[in-house]
């Protein structure tokens, strides 16, 4: 196996955002930029220099619709990882390019995957902090059920003690939901839509890394616009900033300590033989 450079992974990666961003357009699904990758287009005009992927994201009606266009393309480059599709431990979706794959000491998850654009369903959430707290905590339990489902895949981590710390606390879970993964996973999804449908005011990735912080006016995904990433023409919320300063803070259009620079270190990339 020949091993990729930093090059050879952006050039799949944004390879990937623009066929993502093709279909988007012509079935009309409005998606934007997240996290840091929309952090990277506001700062850097494309990738943080030490980040190593791309995120977005969707309301959850647009989200289901891109799984839906997705799922249907024959493309041999490219797949969507989404339980309607084949085993998802995760709570959201990723293309994946069938071309790569990955070594790593830690992370057993999806071993079968490539180089991955990560796809996040952004559900509605209640007005007040506290109901918020309580909402996170039953969708990342349900998160949870969903992981350990599949051993030894939820023993992983970016960290030899994570992961280990995951297989010691994952395996009463996965003595009571192995073998239900797809199960799990519809269930996941509907504690996550547990609000879709009522008039509540925030809307978040309701198992974000970010906790307590990911939730954002409702207003802030109505409206959107195009913006340069790298060499790309891409689409972000037009109320980046409402977005960002949330997240990060008021200071994120600054650089961050260079021990505070966060990356996906523990993947090494490989391209597969044909």
């Known amino acids: 196996m020949k091993k990729m450079t930093v090059e050879e992974i952006r050039t799949v990666q944004l390879d990937m955002l623009s066929y993502i961003d093709k279909l988007a357009r012509e079935h009309q699904i409005e998606y934007s930029l997240g996290g840091g990758s929309l952090l990277g287009a506001m700062r850097h005009q494309g990738f943080i220099p030490w980040d190593d992927d791309i995120d977005l994201m969707l309301e959850r009606t647009q989200y289901e619709k891109l799984i839906q266009v997705l799922a249907r393309q024959e493309n041999e480059d490219y797949k969507i990882l989404h339980h309607s599709t084949e085993k998802n431990?995760?709570?959201?979706?990723?293309?994946?390019?069938?071309?790569?794959?990955?070594?790593?000491?830690?992370?057993?998850?999806?071993?079968?995957?490539?180089?991955?654009?990560?796809?996040?369903?952004?559900?509605?959430?209640?007005?007040?902090?506290?109901?918020?707290?309580?909402?996170?905590?039953?969708?990342?339990?349900?998160?949870?059920?969903?992981?350990?489902?599949?051993?030894?895949?939820?023993?992983?981590?970016?960290?030899?003690?994570?992961?280990?710390?995951?297989?010691?606390?994952?395996?009463?879970?996965?003595?009571?939901?192995?073998?239900?993964?797809?199960?799990?996973?519809?269930?996941?999804?509907?504690?996550?839509?547990?609000?879709?449908?009522?008039?509540?005011?925030?809307?978040?990735?309701?198992?974000?890394?970010?906790?307590?912080?990911?939730?954002?006016?409702?207003?802030?995904?109505e409206h959107y616009e195009d913006v340069a990433f790298e060499d790309l023409n891409v689409r972000k919320i037009k109320d980046d900033h409402a977005y960002l300063h949330q997240l990060y803070g008021e200071n994120y259009m600054e650089l961050p300590p260079e021990d505070k620079r966060e990356n996906h270190s523990y993947y090494t990339w490989y391209w597969k033989e044909r």
């Open 89 to 221: 431990l995760w709570p959201f979706a990723k293309l994946y390019h069938t071309g790569s794959m990955y070594q790593s000491k830690t992370d057993r998850i999806h071993p079968w995957t490539g180089i991955f654009i990560d796809i996040f369903p952004m559900d509605r959430l209640p007005e007040s902090a506290e109901d918020r707290e309580r909402f996170f905590k039953k969708v990342h339990s349900a998160a949870a059920n969903l992981m350990c489902t599949t051993y030894p895949n939820f023993a992983s981590g970016s960290r030899r003690l994570y992961a280990y710390a995951r297989l010691i606390l994952g395996m009463p879970r996965f003595a009571l939901y192995h073998g239900q993964a797809k199960k799990r996973a519809e269930m996941c999804d509907q504690v996550m839509m547990t609000y879709d449908q009522k008039d509540v005011p925030y809307v978040g990735y309701t198992d974000s890394r970010y906790r307590l912080r990911e939730f954002f006016p409702r207003e802030v995904f």
